[in-house]
């Protein structure tokens, strides 16, 4: 497999360096947000040893995890002083009495006012809900103070099949219309890319569309290559493997844990040269853990990333 193919290069193209762009750096990464799940959040004994105060922590819903177990950590969230974001994959949920159960417990038990809602990753829709418009125009997540949806930077080929984005272009149309008729803050939660120019280009591409929800755009933080690999294939990320791709033709840097340093120091750099760039906000997948990808945050963000435990 390709992939696969190691080779010693003669050569490393030069590494774009975040300490030579630390203000730019500091300034993107803040108000950054991370994902878990209830199994790895699990695995952290205090958040606030970790994190920042109020950060947005979205819980991913995995097909098959329990409502109990998801209300269970968002309740834990929201009691230690973080803006709790739980995903509504539409896929999953069968019927809408159980999104509105869902809904009252997360507000009742956990005291949640924002949600990210998404199609969400199996094939085969479990009930009525086959998308996330179908989820906002059933108005029970009116009163949400924020309201994220997906993006895909490099294209997703459940939704156009034939490796285009009208259909993807025509669902942002139709959320920037919803969005501007609403209350409800709103944004655009992307997949995780490894290489800057693909984002950047998306990123115009929806200016010129007339889209100007917000991008947070997804990072996937530090992991061993391996691991990025399996994540990135299984979720269709696009040109931006090529990024891995050269790193394990690279035996010198195989064993290396990858870090997200040169995809945010350069979209740092973007934005620092064009304030009206439509990146908010960096959304972290923790893929080689969620404390690894807040030491990495602690380190490169400033001030803005200072544990919650120690400000």
């Given at each position: 497999?390709?992939?696969?193919?190691?080779?010693?290069?003669?050569?490393?193209?030069?590494?774009?360096?975040?300490?030579?762009?630390?203000?730019?750096?500091?300034?993107?990464?803040?108000?950054?947000?991370?994902?878990?799940?209830?199994?790895?959040?699990?695995?952290?004994?205090?958040?606030?040893?970790?994190?920042?105060?109020?950060?947005?922590?979205?819980?991913?819903?995995?097909?098959?995890?329990?409502?109990?177990?998801?209300?269970?950590?968002?309740?834990?969230?929201?009691?230690?002083?973080?803006?709790?974001?739980?995903?509504?994959?539409?896929?999953?949920?069968?019927?809408?009495?159980?999104?509105?159960?869902?809904?009252?417990?997360?507000?009742?038990?956990?005291?949640?006012?924002?949600?990210?809602?998404?199609?969400?990753?199996?094939?085969?829709?479990?009930?009525?809900?086959?998308?996330?418009?179908?989820?906002?125009?059933?108005?029970?997540?009116?009163?949400?103070?924020?309201?994220?949806?997906?993006?895909?930077?490099?294209?997703?080929?459940?939704?156009?099949?034939?490796?285009?984005?009208?259909?993807?272009?025509?669902?942002?149309?139709?959320?920037?219309?919803?969005?501007?008729?609403?209350?409800?803050?709103?944004?655009?939660?992307?997949?995780?890319?490894?290489?800057?120019?693909?984002?950047i280009d998306w990123v115009n591409r929806l200016a010129a569309e007339g889209i100007s929800l917000p991008v947070h755009i997804g990072i996937a933080g530090p992991a061993k290559l391996q691991t990025l690999i399996k994540f990135a294939v299984a979720c269709g990320v696009g040109p931006s493997l090529r990024v891995l791709q050269k790193r394990a033709m690279d035996v010198t840097k195989l064993l290396l844990p990858y870090e997200p340093t040169e995809v945010v120091a350069a979209?740092?750099?973007?934005?620092?040269?064009?304030?009206?760039?439509?990146?908010?906000?960096?959304?972290?997948?923790?893929?080689?853990?969620?404390?690894?990808?807040?030491?990495?945050?602690?380190?490169?963000?400033?001030?803005?990333?200072?544990?919650?435990?120690?400000?």
């Open positions: 497999m390709a992939l696969l193919n190691f080779r010693r290069k003669e050569s490393a193209a030069p590494s774009r360096d975040v300490a030579g762009n630390r203000a730019a750096v500091e300034a993107f990464l803040q108000g950054f947000s991370i994902e878990v799940m209830p199994r790895t959040a699990e695995k952290v004994e205090d958040f606030r040893a970790i994190l920042p105060r109020g950060t947005r922590v979205y819980i991913a819903h995995i097909d098959g995890t329990p409502i109990d177990e998801m209300v269970a950590t968002a309740k834990r969230l929201t009691t230690d002083g973080f803006a709790v974001m739980p995903h509504f994959p539409a896929r999953i949920i069968p019927d809408r009495a159980t999104l509105a159960d869902w809904i009252a417990r997360y507000k009742g038990e956990a005291d949640v006012k924002q949600a990210l809602l998404l199609g969400g990753g199996v094939n085969t829709p479990a009930g009525e809900f086959d998308a996330s418009m179908q989820l906002i125009e059933t108005g029970l997540f009116d009163g949400f103070e924020r309201l994220h949806v997906a993006g895909h930077p490099e294209g997703n080929k459940d939704i156009d099949k034939d490796g285009g984005d009208r259909i993807v272009m025509q669902a942002l149309k139709w959320k920037q219309a919803f969005s501007e008729r609403t209350d409800a803050k709103m944004a655009i939660a992307t997949q995780f890319c490894f290489e800057a120019q693909p984002v979209l740092a750099a973007h934005k620092a040269a064009n304030p009206g760039f439509g990146i908010e906000a960096v959304h972290f997948f923790p893929l080689g853990g969620i404390k690894t990808n807040a030491a990495w945050t602690s380190e490169h963000g400033g001030a803005a990333a200072v544990p919650a435990a120690q400000s």
